[in-house]
């Protein structure tokens, strides 16, 4: 199983570009969720999607579009990158249960660095 | 709002002493919390968690204690390797309608082993 993959692994913008990121899950999850990481700011989530055909806005979800493609994918959409959209962007995955345990635990990809000049 | 967080932004032990990394949370509701642990370029990784029926938890090398009176808990690592040098977040599950949880992590502590 590779769990949670991601791509790119690095990715360089000029402002006003637009670009996807894509992530994947093998683990037969049900939800999916997108963080931005910062410095000094801890993990903030963007987007999720509970199922399958929904997704709900996260904290921070300006400037930012998802699609559920499948249960497998999960993707991010930069319509029109901007600076202060730079940071390390987290996929993950979980499996609800109904109960707070370790089977809620999140499993999470390796990340994509986004530099927006 | 609710809000979860280190107290230490960066934390440096010997190797082969003991770490203790604390958290404090303001949801006095909160009553079940994870632990993640982040290597350089990686992704969280799920390290323990403890519910609010518990004051202590035990894993392999690893013990979290959780305060509630003071609405506290720390992450505490034996005999620190170096393997160990990390970031280390605290993160409080709560749940949604949709049956999934909000998670609201901390800002992190960096955990620096010294040779």
């Known amino acids: 199983n590779a769990g949670v993959t991601q791509t790119p692994k690095f990715q360089v913008l000029k402002t006003g570009q637009s670009m996807t990121l894509q992530c994947a899950q093998d683990m037969n999850h049900n939800s999916m969720y997108w963080y931005r990481q910062d410095p000094g700011m801890g993990l903030r989530l963007i987007y999720y999607s509970a199922s399958e055909g929904t997704t709900d806005k996260g904290e921070v979800p300006n400037g930012y579009n998802v699609s559920r493609l499948n249960k497998r994918e999960f993707s991010l959409r930069l319509e029109s990158a901007a600076p202060s959209q730079t940071s390390v962007y987290f996929c993950a995955s979980s499996e609800p249960t109904g109960e707070r345990s370790p089977r809620n635990e999140q499993f999470f990809g390796p990340g994509t660095r986004l530099t927006v000049l | 709002g609710e809000s979860v967080g280190l107290h230490l932004p960066t934390l440096s032990v010997q190797e082969g002493d003991n770490s203790i990394i604390n958290c404090a949370y303001s949801?006095?509701?909160?009553?079940?919390f994870i632990w993640y642990k982040q290597e350089s370029g990686k992704g969280p990784q799920f390290i323990i968690d403890?519910?609010?029926?518990?004051d202590k938890r035990q894993g392999q090398r690893v013990t979290v204690l959780l305060n509630k009176t003071v609405k506290h808990l720390s992450l505490q690592i034996a005999a620190t390797q170096p393997g160990d040098s990390a970031v280390y977040f605290c993160a409080d599950p709560t749940p949604r309608n949709s049956g999934t949880y909000k998670y609201i992590f901390g800002t992190g502590t960096r955990l620096k082993v010294l040779a």
């Open positions: 403890i519910r609010s029926n518990m």
């Open positions: 949801n006095s509701a909160s009553d079940y």
